[in-house]
């Protein structure tokens, strides 16, 4: 193990020197021979020709890191002719070629399939088949696809240690292919948690435009679909991008986080134009493919493009120290088909059966059952070839150039990720920098979307009589029973309002209806004192009586504006008064027209007089007029009911309890009253200029327009004021409409009575008459 560590650090000192490889390096015979593909070297700007062309790899730019990754396939194969528990007295060897290009290395994969110089058509005899047993490599997942349907003529097992499109999890297109790096939907699965870990939601995804990318950014696209993450800017790399125009357009969108999905050259050439553009303030969030490259932490400037979060494979401890993130997969490769080899040949007991012909499709079926310990790691691959073994390290580019470590994610485990925030340096200063469209909106808010993009929206305040829950987009309703401020993420219930028996206001207007009831049986009593005197004859005699006895009746509606609203209540609010007001009027009516006409109609008319006397007109137009105002009460009320209704409108906190006042049932009885008005109004001005004591004009006019003004007032408030003492103000608008009839018609003639009883005299009376008729004949 001591020797495997020394000589991965001599690599690292010595790798430039060794740039031009000998022929030994890349061949080793043996009873055994593994291939290997690695990216020794660069070819990124490919040229094209007419007919295939063979590409000189020593010519392009050297990468030091796979260059050590193939110098550990050497180690590695060293170590195990050098054992005497695995493939004893079985030598491995290895023939190895630098695959530079993507698409014009394959002399070297003719090579491996082919038996003296000869690819051997499939279904000829397996002796002339070639020395290869299994491929290690190649490293991208665009030179698997192109080796592995060679490969797979002539049942030859690859395992890669670095392509991780998801492409090759497909064991019915890809079934000799196996791998000891995890697929990329394991590295995208860690970079969204971590995106959802630290709330960044705004984000830029650039990749490398190609097989790896292009798989890597379709599982990103499925991994965010149902997360508040949003792709605000993506963009495929190769040699030929305009890296400042990307930079450019990545500021423009305010994006905050950088996903870089690319391999180390790809990787280094985007970081440094962004040190060279001045890029500030940015998380950059790199795949394991770059993310423990050696070079840029101290690149010059690197410290000013923002913090680099990212996620590496976490390998057995001793082969990190050299190369952490592809020298245990090469490592773990190797051995696993030297494990391979091992059981298909029957080791045991410090031999193997030397008597045993060992084919490249009996490897992999030993290959899918791996199950051994390699540098405390169990090393076994799932049903799909992936690796089922090991997990990630999260890392933070520190400002000395290293990869510290911070948290860990691990593949089998129920709580997978765990980041240490507190191990973070922030170019934020200490604060977890933030990647949003938009600021998330305040308790009470809504979104409201502006864009394509679901972080994109304006907040919007919910209004009153209405609430929001977290996270959505529309504001819920309150029910017709609850109410709520604008900005509540709750409804309250709404109280209940109505004028209670026990109300001060209505405590005094039921004592106020009460003296109407009291005032009413005094002015009673008095009239039936004085019963056959002149002023109570002149006042109407018996009608009197009954118009006292309605007022009475008439109160009685007051007392059923107090109390919780019912049907019944609804009902008696308005009938008593309708009914027995309509009575009182009749009365006035019938009492101003018989003045006028016993005192101008009479001696034109005999004959009507005289039927008016037989018949009793007086009653007959009262009972008329009561009939009529009961049948269209008991046809509204038939109709149109009223009914109990709830105020939910003006008072968003409060529920008013009251009656609906339909037009429908009363218009009829109000219009009959307002007839009723205007017929005494007629008859009190005819009869203005009779006798003092027998002109009830004045009187009968001045209580019709306290009835209007009172009922104007009412109907004004009613409309501006829709508060719960609109009861009130209605009970006090009928004891108003009683009390002018009681006080300005009945109480002077009481007061006559009392105190002026010299003018209740039929001396009195006569001579007023006597003077009125002198008056008409001059």
């Known amino acids: 193990m001591k020797h495997f560590l020394v000589s991965l650090c001599l690599l690292g000192m010595f790798i430039h020197a060794l740039a031009q490889c000998s022929a030994s390096e890349f061949q080793l015979e043996g009873d055994y021979l593994l291939g290997g593909l690695f990216g020794i070297h660069h070819d990124s700007d490919p040229d094209f020709h007419d007919r295939p062309e063979a590409v000189d790899c020593a010519s392009k730019p050297l ?27 079985v030598s491995l060897g290895y023939e190895i070629f630098d695959q530079c290009s993507d698409t014009h290395n394959f002399p070297d994969i003719f090579y491996f399939i082919s038996a003296n110089g000869l ?22 997942s665009t030179k698997a696809l192109t ?42 699965e860690l970079i969204v948690e971590i995106l959802l870990h630290f709330n960044w939601h705004w984000v830029a995804f650039l990749y490398i435009n190609d097989d ?20 605000a800017y993506i963009k495929g790399l190769n040699q030929y991008t305009n890296h400042s125009q990307i930079l450019k357009q990545i500021n423009a969108h305010r994006i905050g986080v950088i996903i870089v999905f690319a391999p180390e050259w790809t990787a280094e050439a985007l970081i440094e134009s962004a040190i060279n553009r001045n890029v500030t303030n940015k998380v950059w969030i790199a795949s394991d493919a770059w993310s423990l490259n050696k070079n840029l932490p101290r690149k010059k400037g690197i410290r000013n493009i ?7 494979s976490l390998s057995a401890k001793d082969v990190v120290a050299a190369d952490p993130s592809f020298n ?35 490897l992999l079926a030993e290959l899918k059952k791996s199950n051994f310990t390699l540098l405390n790691q169990s090393i076994r691959f799932d049903e799909n070839g992936d690796p089922d073994f090991g997990s990630y390290s999260v890392v933070f580019w520190n400002h000395s150039g290293d990869a510290e470590e911070i948290g860990f994610y691990h593949f089998d485990q129920s709580a997978k990720l765990f980041i240490n925030n507190s191990q973070i340096k922030w170019h934020t200063h200490g604060k977890v920098p933030t990647s949003v469209c938009s600021e998330e909106c305040r308790v009470g808010f809504v979104k409201k ?23 959505i987009t529309e504001c819920i309703d309150c029910k017709d029973t609850e109410w709520s401020a604008a900005g509540s993420t709750s409804c309250n219930l709404r109280s209940v309002e109505y004028i209670p028996f026990t109300d001060t206001g209505a405590i005094l207007i039921m004592v106020g209806a009460w003296a109407l009831v009291g005032f009413t049986l005094a002015v009673s009593v008095l009239f039936a004192i004085n019963y056959n005197t002149p002023v109570v004859r002149s006042a109407g005699g018996p009608m009197c009586f009954l118009i006292l006895v309605c007022l009475s009746l008439c109160s009685i509606s007051v007392f059923f504006y107090f109390g919780e609203p019912t049907t019944s209540f609804c009902i008696l609010r308005f009938l008593p008064f309708l009914l027995f007001y309509t009575v009182c009027l009749a009365c006035f009516v019938v009492r101003s027209f018989q003045i006028v006409f016993i005192f101008k109609i009479a001696a034109k008319f005999p004959k009507l007089h005289s039927w008016w006397i037989k018949y009793h007109g007086q009653w007959l137009v009262i009972t008329v007029a009561f009939g009529i105002q009961a049948l269209l009460l008991l046809i509204g009320y038939t109709s149109c009911p009223p009914e109990t209704f709830k105020e939910t409108v003006w008072y968003p906190d409060k529920i008013i309890l009251g009656c609906d ?62 508060g719960k003492y609109i009861p009130i103000l209605n009970a006090l608008a009928i004891l108003s409409s009683l009390y002018s009839f009681l006080v300005w018609y009945f109480l002077p003639k009481c007061y006559i009575m009392i105190f002026q009883s010299y003018k209740n005299t039929q001396e009195y009376f006569q001579g007023l008459i006597q003077n009125y008729t002198k008056t008409i004949s001059q």
């Open 328 to 362: 245990f997969p090469v490592y773990s490769a190797v051995y696993a088909i030297a494990h391979a080899l091992h059981n298909a040949l029957q080791c045991g007991s410090g031999r193997c059966y030397d008597n045993i012909t060992v084919f490249p499709h009996m």
């Open 212 to 231: 790896y990318g292009n798989n890597g950014v379709e599982l990103f696209m499925k991994k965010i679909k149902d997360t508040q993450i949003c792709l």
């Open 306 to 312: 923002g913090t680099v979060c990212n996620c590496s």
């Open 449 to 471: 979307y502006t864009g394509t993009h679901k972080c994109c929206f304006d907040c919007e305040i919910c209004p009153s009589g209405s609430y929001v829950t977290h996270n």
């Open 661 to 722: 006042l339909n037009l429908k049932a009363t218009a009829g009885p109000v219009f009959f009253l307002l007839s009723l008005c205007f017929l005494c109004f007629v008859f009190s001005d005819m009869g203005k200029d009779l006798p003092k004591n027998y002109n009830e004009a004045k009187a009968i006019t001045f209580c019709l327009l306290l009835l209007i003004l009172t009922w104007i007032i009412f109907a004004t408030t009613y409309v501006l004021y829709h």
């Open 147 to 188: 080796v592995a349907p060679l490969l797979m003529m002539n049942q030859i097992p690859m395992i890669s240690y670095g392509a991780a499109s998801s492409a090759f999890s497909r064991k019915q297109k890809f079934p000799y292919f196996l791998r000891t790096v995890q697929p990329n939907k394991d590295v995208i």
């Open 119 to 140: 690819v051997q058509p499939w279904g000829e005899p397996h002796e002339n088949l070639s020395k290869v047993m299994a491929v290690v490599g190649p490293y991208t």
């Open 63 to 89: 990468i030091s890191s796979s260059y050590r990754r193939f110098q550990v396939m050497r180690f590695a194969v060293d170590e195990i002719n050098n054992s005497t528990n695995l493939l004893p007295n």
